[in-house]
């Protein structure tokens, strides 16, 4: 019940590529704190698009922010600026990131009456929030020490960051009328016809929803985790 979606292998060769352009960033003067600052402003901006529904841009934006996620740890690491503060800004700007996101979702799909799609979004956020209490909690008292809890559970926040991109991506791709994917509409007996506005965004439910369940059992999973390591100690 501990294998996560993305391998701690896959995570090092990921940094790796990423190392050049950090060490890049670094030489245009930035430091690691201002490159985590970046990724959180184009967050924001990511929400904002979000709730004007501009679903390509918002997708294409969370990406380019989430990079910044990776740029940040790595320039401090190959310029020996890991930081106790560093590593603080860094967490907490980043959930404060998704979060933000996902409001900016929510938004957008109560301008488009798509009420589910901002009730996804809500269960999305809190089940993402949770991801990342169980982690920072379990550190805070020891019980992650020698194991890294990032390597708990099927959905950390970069496998939540891309299914949230692919979903914002296909609803803008496959537009708000494609009969070819789901019905716009369904006629009940007595040739009454019953128009479904929302039927578009089915890629966003999808993705939303998703993530949700993702991660409530990646939470499940880090619970089960600790309990196992407080039965080790004692």
Not at 146 to 169: D, F, K, Q, Y
Not at 183 to 191: D, V, Y
């Amino acid at each position: 019940m501990s294998g996560s979606l993305v391998s701690a292998g896959t995570r090092a060769r990921v940094r790796g590529l990423m190392l050049p352009i950090a060490l890049g960033l670094g030489r245009l003067g930035l430091t690691p704190n201002a490159l985590t600052a970046i990724g959180f402003a184009i967050a924001c901006v990511a929400a904002v698009a979000a709730a004007e529904q501009a679903w390509l841009a918002a997708g294409l934006l969370v990406i380019f922010g989430a990079l910044f996620d990776l740029f940040d740890g790595a320039l401090a690491r190959a310029t020996g600026k890991v930081s106790k503060l560093g590593a603080f800004l860094d967490s907490t700007f980043d959930r404060w990131g998704e979060g933000v996101v996902y409001v900016g979702i929510a938004i957008g799909c109560l301008a488009e009456d798509f009420a589910l799609g901002a009730v996804l979004a809500s269960a999305a956020m809190a089940s993402a929030v949770m991801v990342s209490y169980t982690r920072a909690k379990a550190e805070s008292l020891g019980f992650s020490a020698g194991t890294g809890m990032a390597n708990i559970g099927l959905a950390p926040r970069e496998v939540r960051i891309v299914v949230l991109t692919a979903g914002l991506i296909l609803t803008r791709i496959q537009g708000t009328a494609n009969p070819l994917l789901v019905l716009e509409s369904i006629t009940l007996p007595g040739a009454i016809e019953v128009v479904l506005p929302w039927a578009g965004q089915i890629w966003l439910a999808w993705s939303l929803g998703l993530i949700a369940v993702l991660a409530t059992i990646t939470t499940i999973q880090r619970i089960v985790h600790t309990i196992k390591q407080a039965a080790q100690q004692g």
